[in-house]
């Protein structure tokens, strides 16, 4: 799998957009990009995942650059449950497990 | 719909034991997957199973090893425990081999004195 860049860590004042980055500057064309998070003392959470194309779901946006070596996910109104760490992973075609980096921890500050 | 379930929450095992940890997964999910998290990491993936075979496997010695059941339910057991087995191990079921999204247990936290 392609190895992911992310910041350690982030900040956004609730109510805000958060953004948060990920580098994969060398995923194949037929890896997957997914976004998961992880809430203090609970098992990860899936947010969304795309290929190519941008995403949205009720929890979030997915933005992938043209050239697909990095994406964005939007939170759109940031709250304070949203305080996590957040994992961008790309997945191989035809392999179904996850490879986790460190994530970026983003806190939600009042 | 019951979600991911895991047995125990917490366990306390000392140097050189053995240790079993429980996995139930989500109604009609036939994979799981089992996850180390040590403190401050992300998760590493242990192993699969699909359909009750083991269907890949990280970078963890033999010690590691696990079952699935005919429910789909799973198994996680760890021999002759050392210090570095201190962690958090999540179970994650999906439906099938596939990209489908796993779904996360609450995780197990062993600690090994």
């Known amino acids: 799998d392609a190895k992911t860049t992310q910041p350690p860590s982030m900040d956004c004042a609730e109510g805000r957009a958060a953004n948060l980055p990920c580098n994969h500057s060398?995923?194949?064309?037929?890896?997957?990009v997914y976004w998961y998070r992880q809430i203090h003392s609970q098992g990860p959470q899936y947010i969304i995942h795309?290929?190519?194309n941008n995403e949205t779901n009720e929890m979030a946006s997915l933005i992938i650059t043209e050239d697909r070596k990095s994406s964005t996910l939007i939170l759109p109104h940031a709250t304070l449950r949203d305080t996590a760490v957040y994992y961008c992973i790309v997945r191989a075609s035809g392999y179904s497990t996850l490879t986790f980096g460190k994530g970026t921890m983003l806190l939600v500050s009042p | 719909e019951t979600g991911v379930t895991q047995s125990p929450t917490h366990l306390i095992k000392t140097r050189g034991q053995q240790v079993t940890l429980r996995c139930s997964s989500q109604?009609?999910?036939?994979?799981v997957s089992w996850y180390q998290q040590a403190l401050g990491q992300g998760p590493q993936f242990i192993f699969q199973?699909?359909?009750?075979?083991?269907?890949g496997r990280g970078n963890f010695p033999p010690r590691f090893s696990g079952l699935q059941f005919p429910n789909y339910s799973s198994e996680l057991n760890v021999n002759a425990l050392e210090l570095d087995d201190s962690a958090l191990y999540l179970c994650?079921?999906?439906?099938?081999?596939?990209?489908?999204?796993?779904?996360f247990g609450p995780g197990t936290r062993l600690t090994v004195l």
């Open positions: 199973y699909y359909r009750e075979e083991e269907n």
């Open positions: 109604s009609g999910h036939n994979t």
């Open positions: 994650a079921s999906s439906e099938g081999n596939s990209y489908n999204e796993q779904f």
């Open positions: 795309g290929l190519k």
């Open positions: 060398t995923i194949s064309g037929n890896e997957y």
